[in-house]
C-alpha cells in the first residue's frame, strides 16, 4: 500500500483507501461503478477536505484525452476541450505557441483546470469573471459509469460547472479562448488606507486586473496589470508611488518565483498569474482562507475587517483584496452579482487559524459574505442556502447525476447537505 497522500499545505492527509491512476475513460468508468464512494483529486491546492474520501481516490494525471479543438471563429475566439487533470501552467504554453489565450488566471498557474472551476477560483478584474466562466461544457462520470457530456445548450450546464466534485469525475474541459493579448504589470507602494477607502472603486477600476496586498493595518502594495491599449500606467497611482525594482507581497522574500514586474510587457500568461509556472511558489507551509461580498459592500467590510487587524494580524502572512465579475453559474461565488474577493494567507497553524475563523465570518456576515468553497471555513449548509438562491436546485441535480451518494463526503454533508 503506497503512502497516504496530503494536500498541498499539508495539513490535510486523504483518508482514501485506494489511488487509482487511470489513462483511458473506460477506466475511469470502471473504478466509479464499483467503488462505494469516490472522488477526484487534481493538485491538491485545496486547504479542507473537498476531495476526500474514505474508498477510493481517482487521480487524473495520466488520463489520456489530449486536447481538441471544437470549434474557431474568425475573430480568432473558439472552444477547446482540454483533459480535466491538465494544469494551466501547462495548458497555457500550447495556447500561446497558437496565438491564443484565456480570460484571465489565478495567482497560481500550478492547480488543474477541473479542480478550479469546479470551486470558482479566480484571479481578478472588474470586467473579468472566475475562471469558471471560460467552461463551455463538462465531460463527466456519473456514479453508474455513464459518461455524460454537458454543453451550452444544456440546462444543467450553469449548475455544472461550480460542482464541488458532487456529480461525477470530469474527464474533459471544454474552454473559451481568444486571440493572445500582452500585459504589464507595475507594483506601487506607499498607499494609505485613507486613499484606498476614499478611491476604492477606482483603484479597482484602474486596469484590467488590479490585487491589493495588506496586513489590514496597512497597504504593502498594489499590483496593477493593465493591457497595452489600457490608459498609460501613471507614476503617481492615488497616491503610492512605482516600485523601482521587483517587489514580493511578502517581506524579506525573494522574488525570483514571481512573474515580471516594472511595467515590462509580456504576454498574458507570462504576466497574469503573480507566480511563475516553472517554479514552485514555497514549500506549501500556509493556510488560505477567502471570502467574497459584494461590491456594493467592498468598503465597509475591509472597514470590518481591519478592526480585527490585531487578532488576524499574527496569524497573517498577508492578504489581497480582488474583484471579480459577476455570472450565473449556480454555486460560483459571484452568482449574480459583481463580488470584491478578501484573500487571507496563513501562517500554518491549523488550531489557532481555525480559531480566529469564526470571528472573521461573524464580521463580515451582515454583508452577505460567501467563502471559497476550497478554503478554510466554518460556514455551514444551513447559512450557505441562504447565500446561494440556486441550492436547492444543486441539491436536486445532485440526486439525479448520483442517487446513490458515490461522491458524498464529509465536506458536502457539512456544507450542501440535504440530498436525500
Known amino acids: 500500500m503506497e503512502t497516504p497522500l ?11 483507501a485506494r489511488v487509482h491512476r487511470p489513462r483511458t475513460v473506460a477506466e475511469v468508468q470502471d473504478v466509479v461503478a464499483r467503488s462505494e464512494r469516490v472522488k477526484a483529486l487534481g493538485s491538491r491546492h485545496c486547504f479542507n477536505d473537498i476531495a476526500d474520501t474514505t474508498a477510493d481516490h481517482v487521480l487524473l494525471d495520466d488520463l489520456d484525452t489530449g486536447i481538441e479543438l471544437a470549434e474557431a471563429a474568425d475573430d480568432g475566439t473558439g472552444v477547446l476541450w482540454v483533459p480535466a487533470g491538465l494544469r494551466y501552467g501547462e495548458l497555457v504554453r500550447e495556447l500561446a505557441a497558437t496565438r491564443r489565450a484565456l480570460h484571465n ?23 473579468n469573471g472566475s475562471l469558471s466562466t471560460s467552461v463551455a461544457g463538462l465531460e463527466l462520470v456519473r456514479s453508474d459509469g455513464e459518461v455524460v457530456v454537458l454543453g451550452p445548450g444544456d440546462a444543467d450546464l450553469p449548475g455544472a460547472v461550480v460542482h464541488l466534485g458532487a456529480l461525477g469525475v470530469v474527464t474533459r474541459v471544454a474552454l473559451r479562448f481568444q486571440p493572445t493579448f500582452d500585459v504589464r504589470n507595475t507594483v ?19 486596469a484590467y486586473s488590479v490585487s491589493v496586498f495588506t496586513d489590514w493595518r496597512t497597504v504593502t502594495s498594489v499590483w496593477v ?30 522574488v525570483e518565483n514571481l512573474t515580471e514586474q516594472l511595467g515590462v510587457p509580456g504576454e498574458w500568461h507570462e504576466r497574469l498569474p503573480h507566480f511563475r509556472a516553472e517554479f514552485t511558489p514555497s514549500k506549501g507551509e500556509e ?67 481555525t480559531a480566529v475563523l469564526p470571528e472573521i465570518e461573524a464580521a463580515l456576515r451582515p454583508f452577505g459574505a460567501r467563502p471559497h468553497w476550497g478554503k478554510l471555513s466554518t460556514t455551514g449548509a444551513a447559512e450557505l442556502a441562504g447565500l446561494y438562491p440556486r441550492m436547492a436546485d444543486f441539491r436536486a441535480l445532485v440526486r439525479r447525476f448520483d442517487p446513490r451518494g458515490a461522491f458524498r463526503n464529509d465536506h458536502l454533508d457539512r456544507t450542501v447537505a440535504a440530498f436525500g
Open 6 to 16: 496530503r494536500n498541498w499545505a499539508g495539513n490535510l492527509t486523504y483518508r482514501a
Open 105 to 127: 488566471l489565478a495567482s497560481l498557474p500550478h492547480i488543474t483546470v477541473a479542480g478550479a472551476t469546479a470551486t470558482g477560483t479566480h484571479g481578478s478584474g472588474n470586467r
Open 188 to 206: 506601487y507602494v506607499g498607499m494609505t488606507w485613507d486613499r484606498l477607502f476614499a478611491d476604492l472603486d477606482a483603484v479597482a477600476d484602474a
Open 225 to 254: 496589470k493593465s493591457r497595452p491599449e489600457d490608459p498609460a500606467v501613471p507614476e503617481d497611482f492615488f497616491g503610492a508611488r512605482a516600485a523601482t525594482e521587483p517587489t514580493h507581497m511578502l517581506p524579506d522574500t525573494p
Open 287 to 353: 493556510l488560505q482562507s477567502e471570502w467574497f461580498v459584494p461590491r456594493r459592500h467592498g468598503r465597509a467590510a475591509c472597514e470590518a475587517l481591519r478592526g480585527l487587524a490585531d487578532r488576524v494580524g499574527p496569524l497573517l502572512q498577508v492578504s489581497e483584496i480582488r474583484t471579480v465579475a459577476a455570472d450565473d453559474l449556480w454555486l460560483s461565488p459571484a452568482h449574480g452579482g459583481d463580488v470584491m474577493a478578501l484573500h487571507f494567507t496563513w501562517l500554518p497553524d491549523q488550531d489557532a487559524v
